[in-house]
């Protein structure tokens, strides 16, 4: 898995992924909301996540993994339509 694209817009980090799991991710900066489209469809707001924890992710080997072991059930999330 890699990164495809990263770019900042403002407050926004937005990452496209090569990855079965993740299609893109988009991390405010400022509020520490992590928004992620999977690759199946879908998009989620987890809220609260440290920019560690996201750059952490964003290094690792595999992002998705990473993801779904450290993310998706320790921070509260909504489904966004």
């Known amino acids: 898995m890699a990164i495809k694209s990263e770019k900042i817009e403002g407050k926004f980090i937005i990452n ?12 405010n900066t400022e509020t520490n909301e ?29 992002q998705g993994s990473y993801f779904s072991k450290n993310i998706s059930r320790s921070y509260k999330y909504k489904k966004l339509t």
């Open 16 to 27: 496209e992924y090569d990855s079965t799991n993740l299609g893109k991710t988009k991390y």
């Open 34 to 62: 992590l928004i992620v489209e999977f690759a199946k469809g879908g998009a989620y707001s987890y809220e609260k996540v440290p920019i560690k924890i996201f750059t952490k992710m964003r290094m690792s080997e595999s």
